[in-house]
Every structure is written in C-alpha cells, then in structure tokens.
C-alpha cells in the first residue's frame, strides 16, 4: 500500500467502529464511496478481524493490483 493508498483507506474508514471483519470494512467503504483504488486495496486484505484502522493498512499486500491478477 502507498502513502497516497493509506490515506485513501483512512479516509473511506473514518468513522468505522472497530473492531471489523473484511466484510464489514468493505462495505462501510463502499458507503462512503470510496473509490476503485481504495476498494481494490481493501478487497486484497486477508480474511480477519482487525482491531483498528493501523491493522488494516499493515494487512494490505504492498501490490494489491497484483494480488487480484
């Protein structure tokens, strides 16, 4: 994830009560119309429960891109 990801990401979760499952991280950012980038770098996460907005930018894979290929 780069810097311009994570404050994507901090963005579309502000505001989300965590702790959170990928589930529910994805759909609170997709209510806050987040946009494909920031999507695609949440749906790379790792199936889990993540305890805080820092947890959930430490799990995204650095080439999230990638991950979907």
Do not use: C, H, W
């Not at 780069?2 to 959170?20: M, N």
């Amino acid at each position: 994830m780069t810097t311009r990801d994570d404050l994507r990401a901090q963005k579309a979760l502000q505001g989300l009560r965590f702790p959170a499952d990928k589930r529910e991280i994805l759909e609170y950012a997709q209510t806050r119309d987040a946009g494909e980038k920031t999507l695609a770098a949440l749906r790379a996460l790792p199936e889990g429960t993540y305890a805080n907005n820092d947890d959930v930018e430490a799990a995204v894979p650095q080439s999230p891109d990638n991950a979907l290929s």
